[in-house]
């Protein structure tokens, strides 16, 4: 079963840092980009970030670029989000997601993992 | 960046009925769309993939369609279980989700 866990999640004060962990199990990790969607209070979806499958491509959503790192460990089937001054409104449930595509490089997500909760507040 | 507009933004809805979301595109993204639903304290889900294509394990209640700018998300008949938040995203220039639909009990 193909099956996504992040981590790391909880409250931290503005300015601070975080990082967050995303295990993957149930398939080849190092065949699939991933990519970080969030969720702030009462709001709706907003992509955060994504990586290739060898991590050569990285890539932001104009809200956390420059703040914001992805990378990938394929020998742990981990993503990662590292996190850095961070503000009020990065409040969010953080998702993890497989990035699937065809051969036109229409991608979607499938699975997503259930999520952890950040809190930025002091 | 391509902006994702979906209308309505709730709708209130029965069992049975037939429930039709529009997704409207800034610029052309050809079939570059997805339709997710997402429950409260759930993952999203997939529904939806290029437009058209049913995710396997989605029941064929569910069906997309358009190209370009302008696209649907149906319901044929609705099911208890579909009360939930339903959104598109585009990845034809990175990557965006239109604001959702509520779809609520009437």
């Known amino acids: 079963e193909v099956q996504l866990l992040e981590s790391g999640g909880g409250l931290v004060q503005p300015g601070g840092s975080l990082r967050l962990s995303c295990a993957a199990s149930g398939f080849t990790f190092s065949s699939y980009a991933m990519t970080w969607v969030r969720q702030a209070p009462g709001k709706g979806l907003e992509w955060v970030s994504a990586i290739r499958i060898n991590g050569g491509g990285t890539y932001y959503a104009g809200s956390v670029k420059g703040r914001f790192t992805i990378s990938r460990d394929n020998s742990k089937n981990t993503v990662y989000l590292e996190m850095n001054s961070l503000r009020d409104d990065d409040t969010a449930v953080y998702y993890c997601a497989r990035v699937t595509g065809d051969y036109r490089g229409i991608n979607w997500f499938d699975p997503w993992g259930q999520g952890t909760l950040v809190t930025v507040s002091s | 960046d391509i902006q994702m507009t979906q209308s309505p933004s709730s709708l209130s809805a029965s069992v049975g009925d037939r429930v039709t979301i529009t997704c409207r595109a800034s610029q052309s993204i050809s079939t570059y769309l997805n339709w997710y639903q997402k429950k409260p304290g759930n993952a999203p889900k997939l529904l939806i993939y290029?437009?058209?294509n049913l995710q396997s394990g989605v029941p064929s209640r569910f069906s997309g369609s358009g190209s370009g700018t302008d696209f649907t998300l149906t319901i044929s008949s609705l099911r208890p279980e579909d009360f939930a938040t339903y959104y598109c995203?585009?990845?034809?220039?990175?990557?965006?989700f239109g604001g959702g639909t509520k779809v609520d009990i009437k």
């Open positions: 995203q585009q990845s034809y220039i990175s990557l965006t």
């Open positions: 290029a437009a058209s």
